[in-house]
């Protein structure tokens, strides 16, 4: 049964930076897209980046050059790094692990950002 787990989430101030973490279990990790997925209050879950197995990336533009995805396929671990934060990156964001046929969700970690 596959398991991810995010941490890292909080408050910090506009302008401040945070570093989620996804922790998985159950998986082919290694061999999988790793992303990261957000939802604000009364919008939708929209793509924050994405990682391939072989290191390849996607940004969504509002988080180009101030968010980095990475993994460590030792620890089965995905991260996001955020900096230059904004009040607009107020979510909770979703770690997804994907697969061929299949997609697997955390249960989510909330980011706010105060001005």
């Known amino acids: 049964q596959v398991q991810l787990v995010e941490s890292g989430g909080g408050l910090v101030q506009s302008g401040g930076s945070l570093r989620l973490s996804c922790a998985a279990s159950?998986?082919?990790?290694?061999?999988?897209?790793m992303g990261w997925y957000r939802q604000a209050p009364g919008k939708g879950r929209e793509l924050v980046a994405t990682?391939?197995?072989?290191?390849?990336?996607n940004y969504a533009d509002s988080v180009k050059g101030r968010f980095t995805i990475s993994r460590d396929n030792a620890k089965n671990t995905a991260y996001l790094q955020m900096n230059s934060l904004k009040p607009e990156d107020t979510a909770v964001y979703y770690c997804?692990?994907?697969?061929?046929?299949?997609?697997?969700w955390g249960q989510g970690t909330q980011v706010t950002v105060s001005s």
């Open positions: 997804n692990e994907r697969e061929v046929g299949r997609n697997y």
């Open positions: 159950g998986s082919t990790f290694s061999f999988n897209v």
């Open positions: 990682m391939t197995s072989g290191g390849s990336t």
